[in-house]
């Protein structure tokens, strides 16, 4: 067991394994950092690489003050973590929330990103139905502090982008459930309020975005409604972008389809570090 330490003084838990180019994983608002377990089996064979709990998430330290959670320290609590572990770059991977803060480290710190993937980012992005989604949110909040994490899980994890896991796989979901519910019931609320009742849309950042040089993989499940428009925004936006939609799967993309997660990543990893995940050929535009 490791331990980072942030600018604002918050002690984040992290762990590690492998050896090689490194992989941060940065989870999900249902997730933590064991929800990177089949990723982490099958990417240390080949990286280092390291899963934490984001704060808010045991084993990591639980600050009761909403304001010390928001996108931006989500952003500079995966640079504390990189920052203790001696690394300078790193691919970073994210999924959800976490999926919001790996983009929004490649438009804060692009040059400690080796590549980005951003899986599943899309809640309360779109501009029409942000307010009602951040309203959502705050009474999911609301429910967290009111009757705990472990009633809450019984519901959350049973919305539906999650059914597909289930479906699926009932002891992973079961498993995935089973640690939500033993989620610190103030950190989820507050991080309810703090980072996805708060954060800005992804459609504010379309002038930086065209200008991240950083190379993107996003990827999304075609039953994941909120995520697929913001991850064709995002693929039409970013130079060097490519989009993956994964058929017949939720939100819980790496846990649901963890064999098409990791063939893709480990292929687009890959090419990065061979230098060929290349911006858009011109040629290929459609008004070309």
């Known amino acids: 067991m490791s331990w980072a330490t942030t600018k604002d003084n918050i002690r984040l838990h992290y ?27 099958h990417f ?13 998430y045991l084993p990591s330290e639980v600050p009761k003050d909403v304001k010390a959670y928001s996108q931006e320290n989500a952003v500079q609590d995966i640079l504390a973590v990189m920052d203790a572990a001696k690394i300078d770059r790193a691919h970073i991977v994210g999924l959800s929330m976490g999926g919001f803060a ?45 009757i705990g994490a472990k009633e809450m899980a019984k ?10 896991l289930q479906n699926k796989s009932p002891r992973g979901w ?10 610190d019931s103030t950190g989820a609320a507050n991080t309810m309020r703090g980072v996805q009742a708060s954060r800005p849309s992804i459609y504010d950042f379309e ?6 040089q950083v190379p993107t993989l996003v990827i999304n499940g075609d039953e994941d409604d ?15 972008c490519g989009l993956l939609m994964l058929p017949k799967t939720g939100h819980t993309i790496n846990l649901e389809e963890p064999d098409w997660f990791n063939l893709f990543l480990a292929d687009f990893i890959a090419t990065v570090e ?15």
Not at 122 to 145: D, N, V
Not at 155 to 164: D, E, F, K, N, P
Not at 274 to 288: I, Y
């Open 102 to 146: 790996t983009l929004h480290f490649g438009l804060t710190a692009p040059e400690r990103a080796l590549s980005l993937t951003v899986a599943g980012a899309g809640y309360a992005a779109e501009k029409s139905t942000q307010e009602l989604m951040r309203a959502k949110s705050r009474a999911t909040a609301e429910q967290f502090e009111k």
């Open 15 to 41: 762990e590690e394994a492998g050896t090689g180019t490194p992989i941060v994983f940065v989870h999900e608002f249902a997730g933590d950092w064991r929800a990177w377990e089949p990723q982490m089996r």
């Open 174 to 183: 079961q498993e995935f459930a089973t640690q939500l519910g033993e989620h």
């Open 44 to 56: 240390s064979r080949r990286h280092r690489c390291l899963t934490y709990s984001a704060r808010g």
């Open 274 to 288: 061979a230098g060929r995940w290349d911006v858009r050929d011109p040629r290929s535009l459609p008004n070309h």
């Open 207 to 212: 002038e930086q975005l065209k200008r991240m």
């Open 226 to 240: 909120q995520c697929i428009q913001p991850g064709i925004f995002l693929k039409k936006t970013i130079p060097a």
């Open 155 to 164: 519901t959350y994890a049973l919305g539906a982008t999650r059914v597909q």
